[in-house]
């Protein structure tokens, strides 16, 4: 057996899904694949289009074999532990092989340059990273400047001058950022997962264009967000996936967007103090008087963001910091977390008759509990009944974006089973 690990989102499962699937197992040469998909909310701070359950279908019908949830803690975080949760999750399962990941560069080479001086984070580089932030500039851009910087005065990695010219162009593309995340991950935790990558194809990850066979995440979000015609997206989704989302539509429990929180985050904030709202992760330098501000003055999330944003705050770490106040995640909670090793369980959300393959192998070389129904597990420390009392918080919430009422009315994590097909 030879099991290939994916980070995915499948927000919603599209063509270029499909592509990286598809091509990640000729690449690896894979018997088997396993994905640790986010849950409801997501890595850029907003709601997942349909719910896990149901995305995590569209994967399995498209050729995955299992698929696990990424503990909601990593799955709205900053890239680094979105990676870390990511990556230590299948390190835990004991029998992945591989992981292959998208980037818009598609080779591994500088990847593993750049993974290698963000870990070991060399004194000469943190010099030059903290005089960029001290310039203004957002952490993303800082640690650009100062990675070519510090690689062009260090001359132990042998770089040519194109090479720091491509790194810069690296590091301004968030697939790559990722990529260069998860490999930090795997150099940290000594994982015997060995890394690859394939270039993106088409459509770049922002793009909002439908034309052709393959068109961005963003790209369908934004035209279901437009309410134009579902048919259009046939044609950049495999059939299976199309369906799935068009029930789920006709159903009411999707699409969801972010504005269907927006009055509940706007009365979170506006009842925050100043003190309460520092407490929240990735909020620091005072920006809690920013949002409280803005908070205080604007009616709507898309004001907010625009009232706060800088160069030094980006759109994209305003959104988290939103969805961490929505779902009451505290800076202390994904310290300790981060701290005692990361997930604390493996939760499957759907498999195939290969994905229980994957499975039973697993009961014998997890380092992690396996959880198959929430009724039937029981914690085996603190740490791991506060995460999963936020994974089911989280479910809870994104619940009240539902209709109709019965998808409100209960908790779903316990009366929905992982999904399973026979193939």
């Not at 835990?92 to 990941?101: A, P, R, T």
């Not at 980006?314 to 959104?319: A, D, E, N």
Request: aromatic share 8%; net charge positive.
């Amino acid at each position: 057996m030879k099991v290939l690990g994916l980070i995915t989102e499948y927000n919603p499962f599209h063509n270029g899904h499909l592509h990286h699937l598809n091509e990640s197992k000729v690449l690896t040469g894979c018997t088997h694949t396993v994905a640790v998909m986010s849950g409801n909310f997501l890595q850029r701070g907003e709601p997942a289009l349909i719910h896990k359950w149901e995305r995590a279908k569209m994967a399995i019908q498209s050729g995955v074999d299992l698929v696990v949830e990424l503990p909601t803690p990593y799955a709205c975080a900053t890239a680094e532990l979105f990676a870390f949760g990511s990556v230590s999750l299948l390190h835990s399962m004991g029998v992945v092989n591989s992981l292959c990941f998208g980037s818009e560069y598609g080779k591994i080479l500088l990847l593993e340059v750049i993974a290698e001086v963000l870990l070991l984070s060399p004194t000469e580089f943190k010099i030059l990273l903290k005089g960029y932030l001290k310039e203004g500039l957002s952490f993303p851009s800082a640690r650009s400047k100062a990675l070519v910087d510090y690689l062009t005065i260090d001359t132990c990695f042998k770089l040519k001058s194109s090479d720091l010219q491509t790194i810069e162009t690296i590091m301004n593309s968030p697939n790559n950022i990722l990529a260069i995340e998860y490999m930090k991950v795997l150099k940290k935790l000594n994982s015997p997962i060995l890394p690859y990558t394939i270039p993106r194809v088409q459509a770049a990850y922002h793009s909002t264009d439908l034309n052709g066979r393959i068109a961005s995440a963003t790209a369908i979000r934004e035209h279901l967000h437009n309410k134009k015609d579902l048919k259009e997206l046939k044609n950049v989704m495999p059939p299976s996936s199309f369906r799935i989302l068009k029930k789920g539509i006709e159903g009411k429990i999707a699409p969801i967007f972010k504005e269907d929180f927006e009055k509940t985050i706007l009365t979170l904030l506006r009842r925050e103090s100043k003190e309460g709202l520092s407490l929240y992760f990735d909020i620091t330098e005072g920006l809690e008087n920013k949002i409280l501000q803005c908070s205080n003055s604007c009616n709507s999330l898309t004001e907010l963001y625009h009232c706060v944003k800088s160069k030094r705050y980006t759109l994209t770490r305003l959104q988290r910091i939103c969805m961490h106040v929505l779902l009451n995640l505290k800076k202390t909670d994904i310290i300790d977390f981060t701290l005692h090793g990361g997930p604390q369980y493996l939760r499957i959300l759907a498999l195939n008759n290969k994905g229980r393959e994957i499975l039973k192998k697993c009961k014998s070389k997890s380092t992690i509990p396996i959880i198959n129904k929430i009724n039937q597990y029981h914690p085996q420390n603190e740490l791991a009944k506060k995460m999963l009392a936020t994974d089911i918080r989280a479910t809870n919430l994104y619940a009240l974006a539902m209709n109709p009422d019965d998808y409100a009315a209960g908790p779903l994590d316990f009366y929905i089973s992982p999904y399973y097909e026979e193939i």
